[in-house]
């Protein structure tokens, strides 16, 4: 398989950062590890939505011939 696209990457911090205030604040109610499947739970969609998004490479700029 290739290499992970950079701006997918970046899209996955994003979402990393994201959830990382939902998991806190369930932590205190459910403890780590149910904490962790919940917040899985709610990533899965956005990872789905990630991965199924066909990547948009902008036009190449014409070499100059």
């Known amino acids: 398989m290739g290499q992970i696209h950079p ?9 990393k950062e994201g959830f990382r205030y939902p998991y806190e604040r369930l932590k205190l109610r459910l403890g780590h590890k149910r904490a962790i499947i919940a917040v899985a739970h709610s990533m ?3 990872v789905f ?6 990547l948009r490479t902008p036009n190449p700029a014409p070499i100059p011939t």
Request: aromatic share 0%.
């Open 49 to 54: 939505q990630v991965l199924s998004t066909p």
């Open 7 to 15: 701006g997918r990457v970046r899209l996955v911090r994003i979402a």
């Open 44 to 46: 899965a969609p956005v």
